[in-house]
């Protein structure tokens, strides 16, 4: 099996996208210190560009790779923020992303992969059909797929957004990350392992999506099976390359209720008066849940995005 | 007539309230700036002690009294940020704040004026009442009247938040600013004047709220008879004190309409993931319209505060 990511991949990577990302800031509540009695650093992803921290590894995948693989083009499916951050990423690079959609696609979502100029290709809304379009549009192109989570060259990206916080905040006693297929949060547990060895790194996931939780406490890959969860961006089960490593590098997985996740969305809005997506707030859920003992700590989170549907806020 | 607020009364106000405020961040986008071509810089009072600007001049007002005259308390009528901001402002120099606020104002903004510690007296619902019920609780406590806008002291706090913006951005061409009483238009005004002489300063109003556009057009105060607009923070009309400042060193007034601002707003809470009230949205509006020539131009932008009830947002 493959090592995981190095200590200098990281750094090579964090090098590689500064100047295609942004520093995102790392913002403090009064309220919330005093609410939980810690010391609470989030770190603003919702600030990044395409509004998520799936930027960082989309632009490290694709500036990494050698110029006459990545000529070809690259491709993924997603509707999500995944393929955004992809068409944003070949198009500074000035390659094609070939981006397969389902064909239910919000049209929001499928006019800002064209407005980063994506090529799209539509299909049946079921993930065979996804894969199997996915695969003819390679076979098609010599395109690269770039997979949003399950490779080595995206944790290494999401990894630099913990590694920031740690140079920006300092090194915090905890970091609470939201965990949908392990990318994010497999980056953050390396970042911690290499640049703050004190740093425990605990994960927080939606009840309804909790793949994650029952793997980790069964030693082996359990994937969800029809979840639900108001945090869209974590429906997806955890990848086989990430699985190892948040086996190993964190601490602990905890779970909270879609109702808390409202309930932490509502605050975040109203208190530190910026916009996330329902996924971000669920490491504040846990908080608000008392999952996880903070009381006199230092703690980062990560606040992974704010790509949301104004119109139809769950508060 | 008493002469303005000096360029040392505000820089004396800039030293005296910087323990008890945040100094805001500055922020920028990429796609506002390509949308509008020109360099726009959002000062981000959302952010501020109280989630609006208010703080900076209730806090200059209150700790720029004597002890002998602040020790009996300070007052005022008022339903929103400057009610909460002066009871803050109060507590933190351990005196009594009185306010007076109408029986059928908000449950959240009677709870936040309790919740820093303000002593609330109410009364019928109208400007007599108000004024009225303000005179007899300064009689029987001795508290010191601290009027929202037509006040030196408070002027001079608010003219703090666009000498920060001067400081950490450069010195801008353009100056847009909301204007209500004019609390925060002249302390604007003036830090341009003093600090930036190259910078024009230009004030964004509500149609239906337009007595200072009116006002500066004429060159006479023309109050506003039941204004009517979404900004609800710019119903009011500008103070005596305020006028004879805006008309000297204010460049223009323009105005928009209900729906620029919410279309302004959205554009805000969507591109920059920020929560802000309506009133801040007014300047942006203003480049929606087309009211101001910002082509090329280093343009800041002060957005005036973030409270803004999230169940009823109006896009």
């Given at each position: 099996?493959?090592?995981?990511?190095?200590?200098?991949?990281?750094?090579?990577?964090?090098?590689?996208?500064?100047?295609?990302?942004?520093?995102?800031?790392?913002?403090?509540?009064?309220?919330?210190?005093?609410?939980?009695?810690?010391f609470l650093f989030f770190k603003c992803e919702?600030?990044?560009?395409?509004?998520?921290?799936?930027?960082?590894?989309?632009?490290?995948?694709?500036?990494?790779?050698?110029?006459?693989?990545?000529?070809?083009?690259?491709?993924?499916?997603?509707?999500?923020?995944?393929?955004?951050?992809?068409?944003?990423?070949?198009?500074?690079?000035?390659?094609?992303?070939?981006?397969?959609?389902?064909?239910?696609?919000?049209?929001?979502?499928?006019?800002a992969v064209r407005n980063y100029g994506g090529?799209?290709?539509?299909?049946?809304?079921?993930?065979?059909?996804?894969?199997?379009?996915?695969?003819?549009?390679?076979?098609?192109?010599?395109?690269?797929?770039?997979?949003?989570?399950?490779?080595?060259?995206?944790?290494?990206?999401?990894?630099?957004?913990?590694?920031?916080?740690?140079?920006?905040?300092?090194?915090?006693?905890?970091?609470?990350?939201?965990?949908?297929?392990?990318?994010?949060?497999?980056?953050?547990?390396?970042?911690?392992?290499?640049?703050?060895?004190?740093?425990?790194?605990?994960?927080?996931?939606?009840?309804?999506?909790?793949?994650?939780?029952?793997?980790?406490?069964?030693?082996?890959?359990?994937?969800?099976?029809?979840?639900?969860?108001?945090?869209?961006?974590?429906?997806?089960?955890?990848?086989?390359?990430?699985?190892?490593?948040?086996?190993?590098?964190?601490?602990?997985?905890?779970?909270?209720?879609?109702?808390?996740i409202v309930e932490a969305m509502r605050l975040?809005?109203?208190?530190?008066?910026?916009?996330?997506?329902?996924?971000?707030?669920?490491?504040?859920?846990?908080?608000?849940?008392?999952?996880?003992?903070?009381?006199?700590?230092?703690?980062?989170?990560?606040?992974?995005?704010?790509?949301?549907?104004?119109?139809?806020?769950?508060?």
């Open positions: 099996m493959k090592q995981f990511p190095s200590k200098e991949s990281i750094i090579s990577a964090d090098r590689r996208i500064q100047p295609y990302i942004h520093r995102t800031p790392v913002l403090t509540s009064d309220t919330f210190n005093r609410m939980f009695g810690a919702n600030f990044q560009k395409v509004g998520a921290f799936k930027s960082r590894g989309a632009v490290n995948a694709v500036f990494s790779m050698d110029e006459e693989v990545v000529s070809a083009g690259v491709a993924t499916h997603s509707s999500g923020n995944h393929a955004q951050a992809l068409a944003r990423a070949a198009r500074l690079r000035t390659i094609p992303a070939y981006i397969v959609m389902p064909r239910n696609a919000p049209q929001v979502k499928i006019d090529n799209i290709t539509f299909c049946e809304p079921t993930l065979k059909a996804r894969e199997e379009t996915l695969k003819q549009v390679i076979e098609k192109t010599g395109a690269t797929e770039v997979h949003p989570y399950d490779n080595y060259r995206i944790i290494e990206g999401q990894a630099t957004c913990a590694l920031e916080l740690i140079e920006d905040a300092g090194a915090p006693d905890l970091l609470l990350c939201p965990v949908g297929g392990g990318g994010l949060l497999g980056g953050t547990a390396l970042s911690a392992n290499y640049f703050s060895r004190k740093t425990e790194v605990i994960a927080c996931e939606p009840e309804g999506a909790d793949d994650a939780y029952r793997s980790f406490k069964a030693g082996r890959l359990m994937p969800s099976i029809n979840p639900k969860t108001i945090a869209d961006g974590l429906l997806t089960s955890l990848g086989k390359r990430n699985f190892p490593i948040i086996m190993k590098y964190v601490k602990d997985i905890v779970t909270v209720s879609d109702r808390s975040i809005y109203e208190r530190m008066k910026i916009v996330i997506e329902p996924s971000s707030a669920v490491p504040l859920a846990a908080l608000l849940e008392n999952k996880v003992n903070v009381k006199g700590k230092t703690v980062g989170i990560i606040l992974s995005g704010g790509n949301v549907d104004l119109k139809n806020l769950p508060f």
